[in-house]
């Protein structure tokens, strides 16, 4: 960051500071940050999908965008993945993995957000969310003047946007964050959907809390399944897609109608994929795989010209994009790259998952990718829940079986894992160093972890968490 914008972002949190209410007067684009919950980066026309029409709309987005074409979340599940593009941090920064028991750490106060950041520069925030994770409490909402959370689907979290873009002056600029769960199981979602791309009797066994049995069934393997029973889950979750992008056409349409869609940058991406059986489980948030990981990422900026970028990206990149895309002041806190004006520099690709007694990490560096679990080292109380400074710990010191090496090109789907790789010690060295140097930079205290009330615990487990 040059001196003049340093400068210049004291001066603004000065300003807002003094008077919480008053924003300083702000110039810019309109910033939309589109989050589809679990959508992998292979369900998307845009990505060269073509079994079933899953977003046409945001294929014609695509068409005027900036496509990353290879873009990874930093962890498999929500709770990890949203602070990460929200921060551009790590979760081994961020402190944020899952829930332990009825216990969950919340994003600190400290936390640089994109939402803070927009708001310190003037920009009107608002975010309509839906995903228990999500809820406030949890330190997502940092920065929003506006927050909704409540169960909703795509065709209300749109509505409510749209009366909140109406109630905003016409000449101020804004920053929307909507986040979208109706390409998640249960997937409550209209009947029309459900059936777009399958018949009633296909996807009828995976839709609603009933089926939770068989969608376990299947994943534990106590199930037999096929392909074509399969098919019919696909089915529904590309109609949850569908839905979604449908919704998102009435959006951008009307933002066409205000006049607003000129003068807005729009980016559209997944917190995390899906398995469907290709490692033996259906779901996600337990493993490194890339279907978990692979999502897709656009960038659409008025004027600027639609490219394809092929080069590994992180979703912590998101960070200092969409900051850079709205000029407005990138908070020096962030580990992401500007993949507005750097399209070219590649980083490893890290990604982290926490288990109960261990903790996996993978990095991805060229078509290799090496994945390791390190073990908890044995504690006065193996239940007690483990925090970020005993990852750390892990991450420093940390031992483990050896670590598996895939070769993505050879090996796409991550069927052959070769242990004693002759590129492990390499992978392994660089993986030792990108970690340490994350934990140089660990910036805050751990958020202070919040017990969970029943209805919450409840509302998680509705959907499998
Ligand atoms: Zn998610």
Redesign the pocket.
Known sequence: MSIARRVLTVLLAVVAACDSSSRPRAHGPNVILICM??VRADHVGWNGYTKHATTPRLDRLAAEALVFADATATAG??RP??PSFLTGTYPLQHGLYGREGDHVAPLADEANTLAEAFDAAGWHTGAFVY?P?LARGNGFEQGFRTWQDQQADAQSIRTRAEAWLDELPDDEPFFLYLHFLDA?WPYPIPEAYATKFADAAAVAPFQGPDSWALITAIGTQERPTSEAELDGLRALYDGGIRYIDDQLALFFDELERDGEWKDTVVCVLA??GEEFMEHGRIG?GHGLWENLLRVPWIVRVPGAAPERVDVPVSLVDVFPTLLSAAGVPVPSTNEGIDRLHDRTTRTPIFAELKEEQSYQQALRSGEHKLVRRLRRAAGPDPNSPFKREEIAEMVRHGTGPAPRVFDLAEDPGEHDAKQGHELAPELEKALDGFGKELLKRVRYREGERRELDAAEVERLRQLGY
């Open positions: 919950d679990t599940s929500t993945s949203v995903n994770q998640h917190d995390h996600h």
